[in-house]
């Protein structure tokens, strides 16, 4: 069929236009399918820990242990002494303080576990007699 060379033009163009909106449409959906890995990368990186911490200016968590769903105990290196801090949704509580630090690299050095259950125990040189108070309010 014979068209004007002006109707031609006009239908090619048209093809061209949805070509381009398909293509363009196909450039977005890629577009947004790569911004959302890039979230789900970093949501995973930081939900894992794999991010440096660059701001620690001195402070080292050496151990972690977790007591509930949102309260743990953390030794925790400041300035070479080893502190015990209790750590819930609400705050952080200082729990002891090590003179010397606790080394964890040591064959006889007791586990975490250990230092945690000789703290919790009752220290009956300073209690009066007869008093059954307890250092921890965890027991």
């Not at 794999?50 to 050496?62: D, S």
Request: proline share 6%; with cysteine.
């Amino acid at each position: 069929m014979m068209l004007p060379p002006l109707a031609q033009a006009s239908e090619a163009s048209s093809v061209s236009g949805a070509g381009v909106g398909s293509s363009m449409l196909q450039m977005i959906a890629g577009l947004m399918v790569v911004i959302a890995l890039i979230l789900l990368l970093a949501w995973t990186a930081k939900r894992l820990r794999l991010t440096p911490n660059a701001n620690t200016h001195g402070m080292k968590v050496i151990m972690t242990h977790a007591l509930g769903q949102r309260e743990r105990l953390m030794l925790v290196d400041i300035g070479g002494k080893h502190l015990l801090l209790g750590v819930t949704s609400h705050q952080i509580s200082c729990l002891h303080v090590f003179d010397e630090p606790v080394d964890m690299t040591r064959p006889d050095n007791p586990g975490f576990k250990q230092i945690l259950k000789h703290w919790r125990q009752p220290d009956t040189t300073s209690t009066p007699q007869g008093s059954t108070e307890s250092r921890s309010s965890l027991d």
